[in-house]
């Protein structure tokens, strides 16, 4: 096992392959790259957090140094797992559109009866539930990626303008963060840029989004 590895973390109602565009690009930069395949869909937090364990358990107590991208909701599950294991070898972390506030579209189809009976992700994504600051005992760096397109008739009728269209601006911030870079993408669409990828490589690199002189 390499002494540094990356994690990526695919979000709600996804697979894996949801994060091909970035795992080949970080290949290709030379860093070690472990995808994992998580119930997003159909698992409640806690059991996708589980499922991450399984996965990636040996690597964790094999490896010098672990990073983490995730996207969306797998940035609440990378959260939760780091917690819950207090892993002390977290390198960088970037967390891509991770509604760390909670979302308000999740709270409409919540009111839809059965459905988040069906998608259990739904009651974890909820705004008034809160995510785990590591402010107070932060061993390593966090870094946000917002997107701001806000496209297509749902989220323009139910947020604001500073969203990508699932996730508001506001709710993607942290505590802990280090720091945090607003994106001209949609939320599907964002892990998927060139743009993205480049800030992810000089995130994991150097602990920054921004370019040195």
């Not at 990636?56 to 819950?84: C, P, Q, W």
């Not at 990508?164 to 669409?189: A, G, N």
Request: with cysteine.
């Amino acid at each position: 096992m390499s002494k540094e590895v990356t994690i990526l973390v695919h979000g709600f109602n996804k697979n894996m392959s949801d994060m091909s565009y970035l795992e080949t690009g970080l290949k290709v930069a030379g860093f070690n790259v472990v995808t994992v395949n998580l119930p997003t869909t159909f698992g409640s937090l806690e059991q996708c957090r589980h499922a991450l364990d399984l996965q990636i358990k040996d690597i964790v107590n094999e490896a010098d140094v672990v990073n983490y991208v995730a996207h969306s909701m797998g940035g609440l599950i990378t959260r939760s797992f780091i917690d819950s294991a207090q892993q002390q070898n977290v390198g960088r972390c970037v967390f891509i559109a991770t509604p760390h506030g909670g979302s308000k579209l999740a709270a409409i189809a919540n009111f839809i009866p059965w459905y988040a009976a069906v998608f259990k992700p739904i009651t974890d994504l909820l705004p008034n539930l809160t995510y785990r600051s590591f402010k107070s005992n932060k061993h390593f760096k966090i870094g946000l990626i917002a997107g701001s397109k806000n496209e297509g008739i749902i989220g323009r009728l139910f947020l604001s303008n500073a969203s990508d269209s699932r996730v508001e601006i506001s709710s993607v911030k942290t505590q802990d963060m280090d720091e945090l870079i607003i994106m001209p993408f949609s939320h599907s669409k964002i892990h998927h840029q060139y743009e993205t990828l480049v800030a992810v490589e000089r995130f994991l690199m150097a602990g920054t989004f921004e370019i040195a002189d």
